[in-house]
């Protein structure tokens, strides 16, 4: 049987910490030659607790962030309060944590959950996302294959959708 306490010893001893602050300030064109302010704040922080556990998190607050990589759950704007009124520019806030195990020298299975979740008060037609996955990765010297479940829900107004779908990769790294 293989030592497993040899093979988790020094995978990860030389990682450090990590925290990553962000800002970003931009500008949507609108009718009429005026510009609203894209606007967000992030962090992001990767913790090694030992050289086999570390734990990966961000979170984000902002407005107008659809162009983003989708923040706000790919809105803008949420319903007007009348017919003839203006959109309200939608507020949104997120974030994602996850848990890695690396169990043993190119092995690494994991899982975390992270919601996107815009301001009520903007009034948004899709009100919240959450997603949950699990993975493992194992890379055998230049080669890595993964494999992935992630379950998706959105909540709309009137109702919600879930669905789950299977990832699988491979690969090679330099």
Do not use: K
């Not at 690494?108 to 009034?123: H, K, L, S, Y």
């Amino acid at each position: 049987m293989r030592d497993l306490s040899r093979g988790l010893q020094g995978i990860a001893d030389d990682r450090a910490a990590e925290v990553g602050v962000g800002v970003h300030r931009g500008w949507l064109a609108t009718p009429g030659d005026s510009n609203l302010t894209s606007e967000a704040v992030s962090v992001d922080v990767v913790l090694p607790l030992a050289g086999w556990l570390e734990i990966r998190g961000e979170a984000y607050r902002g407005r107008l962030l659809r162009g983003l990589g989708g923040g706000g759950i790919g809105q803008n704007f949420g319903a007007a309060a009348s017919a003839g009124a203006p959109a309200p520019v939608l507020r949104d806030r997120g974030g994602w944590a996850q848990l890695n195990l690396r169990p043993g020298a190119g092995v690494t299975i994991g899982g975390g959950c992270g919601v996107d979740d815009p301001e009520d008060a903007d009034r948004p037609l899709r009100l919240r996302n959450r997603a949950c996955e699990g993975h493992a990765i194992w890379r055998p010297g230049a080669l890595v294959f993964g494999v992935e479940y992630r379950r998706l829900t959105t909540d709309y107004v009137a109702d919600s959708f879930s669905d789950g779908d299977v990832n699988v990769g491979a690969g090679f790294e330099f």
